[in-house]
């Protein structure tokens, strides 16, 4: 069953806050793809890390974190910090394919400079290519008020 998200006062989260996100996020990937390479080349008992094989490690590690905290509490660590959430459209958890379809399609949106970031700017929804394309949404939490 679909964890569901307490809807009052959320609303869509800005490119900026999106970004403030994204740049907490990547400081957590590069500790995680670090870690993964050193355990990689214990693993293998070996002093480099490349080809396929550790290629999709890297990979998987990445989304696995994504996915991991999407599904959970729609939050990565960058997206508590910018309190912003991932969501369905209906307000619940994201599931794991919608996950896979955001992961895949934000590397995308940011292969094309940005393009499907900035698509937001245009759309009436305020939905990047990601959001759109895995009918999902990022919401803006204010802080509590009381």
């Known amino acids: 069953m679909n964890k569901t998200f307490d809807q009052s006062n959320a609303s869509h989260a800005s490119l900026l806050r999106r970004l ?6 990547f400081l957590v990937v590069i500790a995680l793809a ?10 293998m008992n ?7 094989a550790f290629q999709s490690t890297i990979f998987i590690s990445i989304f ?3 996915g991991f905290f ?3 509490s729609g939050q990565t660590i960058g997206m508590m910090a910018w309190r912003i959430r991932v969501q369905s459209k209906e307000g619940f958890a994201i599931s794991w394919t919608q996950a896979l379809t955001r992961f895949l399609v934000a590397i995308l949106s940011v292969s094309c400079l940005g393009a499907g970031y900035l698509w937001m700017l245009i759309s009436d929804e305020k ?3 990601h959001d759109m394309l895995s009918n999902s949404e990022i919401v803006y939490l204010p802080k509590n008020t009381s």
């Open 34 to 43: 670090f870690a993964v390479t050193a355990l990689w080349l214990w693993l």
């Open 127 to 129: 939905l990047t290519w």
């Open 46 to 52: 070996t002093e480099t890390a490349t080809g396929p």
């Open 70 to 72: 999407w599904t959970r």
């Open 20 to 25: 403030g996100a994204i740049g907490y996020d």
């Open 64 to 66: 696995t974190f994504f």
